[in-house]
């Protein structure tokens, strides 16, 4: 049996002139087994996950069996951040209309439907745990599909929530979820939900933030957060303690703004041990070992340094490196602060920021030019 190829591609806007802009939706299939969802790109500026995605395709194009389930890739899926340009940079974070975060706004449908995710577990209260999940997924994509009608009935489908509603629906029936993204200036790492931190492992990343399970909107948390909700309700309600088959993951790739082919072969390298626990290839195929040392960091130690003044600012450290309490993590820069007493130079106008703590860099701002307040870095804390 050969690898079956498909590929579909949705409209997610029209634009004033006519045209419209499309998402371009990859699949792999083969022998029945699980179903892994990657999208890259929701953020526009942050574009490495589609070189992971390109070098993906590539490695299973060559790949010489059959691989088991399915595997569904969607590069550039919000092309509405990807072609909000501004000069060099691409503000794609928000939507330069609403001010909206794009992964933000996704649907909670367990909280949405409460009465019906009850009656589910309710009925399903003794179901055996293949056929459970399976009939889970049934509701979670009823139930999504009878949300969009609502919202289409009552005229309230809009620029955010359209792509939205498209990318829950691509992901609602995976049995794993991977998220690309990057930081600003940053190193990689990984968000984790605390039940799958286990699991996390087999994504080979040297930083993971472990989250807890509340649901805050952004699409990771729209696709585990109906599975932690079940297995919290039939732990409360029955008695019964679910083991999840699914897992939904951030990957954080390096920086915004980068696009690197080669960085791409490096990133598949980081999933294929995930992929190969999930079922997708043989066990007994054999993947390189990863020389990378995982670090876990609950989420209450990923803290933000936010900048006390404003100026031109020079880090002293980099993302990935480590740095000890009264260290000097960076240098202000005020030209109004430069001083002349008594015809010598008295300062230069700058000023020494030193870390409060122990820790390591995760992102820096990427503008050399910061305003007060502003998040100068993000730090695991030691």
Known sequence: ????????????????????LNINVISVSGHPGPHIYLQAGIHGAEVQGNALIIQLIDFLKSYKATING?????????????????????????????????????????????????????????????????????????????IEKELKDKNQIHE?????????????????????????????YLYTPEYAKEVS?????????????????????????????????FFSEFGRDLTLPFESFTLELGSEEAFDLESGKRDVARILPYLKYKGVFPSNMRIKPSPIKNQTIPLENFKTIYSKQSGLFHFDIKPGETF???????????????????????????????????????????????????????????
């Open 70 to 146: 399915t595997i569904t890739m969607v590069p550039l899926a919000n092309p509405n951040g990807t072609n909000n340009k501004n000069n060099t940079y691409t503000n794609g974070r928000f939507n330069a209309n609403t001010g909206d975060n794009w992964n933000r706004n996704f649907i909670d449908l367990v909280t949405l439907k409460r009465a019906s995710f009850e009656k589910f577990c309710h009925k399903n209260k003794q179901t055996e745990n293949k056929v459970l999940f399976t009939h889970f997924k049934k509701w979670l994509k009823q139930t999504l599909i009878k």
């Open 324 to 382: 000890k309490k009264g260290d000097v993590i960076g240098r202000y820069f005020n030209a109004q602060k430069i001083k002349i007493k008594n015809n010598k130079i008295d300062h230069l106008g700058i000023e020494e920021l030193k870390a409060d703590y122990s820790g390591k860099v995760i992102n820096i701002f990427p503008s050399a030019v910061v305003p007060q307040g502003c998040e100068l870095l993000q730090v695991f804390k030691y």
């Open 201 to 233: 492992k087999y994504l080979k990343f040297e930083n993971t933030l472990v989250i807890p399970h509340y649901f805050a909107g952004a699409f990771d948390e729209v696709t585990f957060h109906p599975y932690t909700e079940l297995k919290k309700y």
């Open 160 to 188: 955010n929530n359209e792509i939205n509603l498209i990318l829950q629906k691509l992901a609602i029936e995976a049995d794993g979820v991977l998220d690309l993204h990057t930081g600003p200036i940053a190193t990689y």
């Open 1 to 20: 049996m050969k690898n079956i190829w498909k590929q579909k591609k949705i409209k997610v806007k029209e634009l004033p002139s006519g045209d419209t």
